[in-house]
């Protein structure tokens, strides 16, 4: 395991390539809204845990989804774009 340290001391030592790769201008506020976000985002996961009791349950919505929803989905997916073909890299 000492490997790891020696790694991590590495990769981010002053002007390496993965230092500045990991470096942000984030401030304490920043963090603590996206620290704010993600414990939401977990909180709804549980809550929605709760009442999902299967894989098809939670595909179909439990079946009760109402017309004008399952219509506005469909058609959501039916009008995302189809970004299917390969994009080359920069020649840079």
């Known amino acids: 395991m000492p490997y790891i340290a020696l790694i991590a001391a590495l990769l981010v030592r002053e002007g390496s390539h993965f230092a500045a790769m990991f470096s942000t201008n984030f401030t304490t506020l920043d963090w603590w809204i996206v620290a704010l976000y993600l414990s939401i985002a977990v909180v ?4 929605a845990n709760r009442f999902t009791h299967s894989v098809s349950n939670y595909m179909v919505g439990g079946r009760s989804v109402g017309a004008a929803l399952n219509a506005a989905s469909y058609m959501g997916t ?3 774009p189809r970004h299917n073909r390969a994009v080359a890299p920069d020649p840079a």
């Open 44 to 47: 709804i996961g549980v809550i």
């Open 78 to 80: 039916l009008s995302a």
